[in-house]
Nanobody, 123 residues
Framework: QVHLVESGGGLVQAGGSLRLSCAASGRTFSVYAMGWFRQAPGKEREFVAAISWSGASTYYADSVKGRFTISRDNAKSTVYLQMNSLKPEDTAVYYC????????????????WGQGTQVTVSS
């Protein structure tokens, strides 16, 4: 089992940048593929990005490709989401998720979730 805690959210102007972090408990972080998801008010939770167990493979939603970068540091048990060129439509609560056997965009496949961090982009 792994406990996930996100941080780094906040208020930023359009065009700005934020870096989200997701710290995991335990000493076996590398056995989890990790993903970032987001949920805006009144909308379904949507996939943002995913990274494989070793970090060698990454996958992005079309809406963030070229602007966001997912990375991980297994020694620090942390996954990051660098968000550049932020747009008002990126405003949402951002969640990290982890799973031992699944790497991909399906939220229902991830077993472990953080509590979320709010990102607000003003126009």
């Amino acid at each position: 089992q792994v406990h996930l805690v996100e941080s780094g959210g906040g208020l930023v102007q359009a065009g700005g940048s934020l870096r989200l972090s997701c710290a995991a408990s335990g000493r076996t972080f590398s056995v989890y593929a990790m993903g970032w998801f987001r949920q805006a008010p009144g909308k379904e939770r949507e996939f943002v990005a995913a990274i494989s167990w070793s970090g060698a493979s990454t996958y992005y939603a079309d809406s963030v490709k070229g602007r966001f970068t997912i990375s991980r540091d297994n020694a620090k048990s942390t996954v990051y989401l660098q968000m550049n060129s932020l747009k008002p439509e990126d405003t949402a609560v951002y969640y990290c998720a982890g799973d031992k056997t699944y790497y991909g965009s399906g939220a229902q496949e991830y077993d472990y979730w953080g509590q979320g961090t709010q990102v607000t982009v003003s126009s």
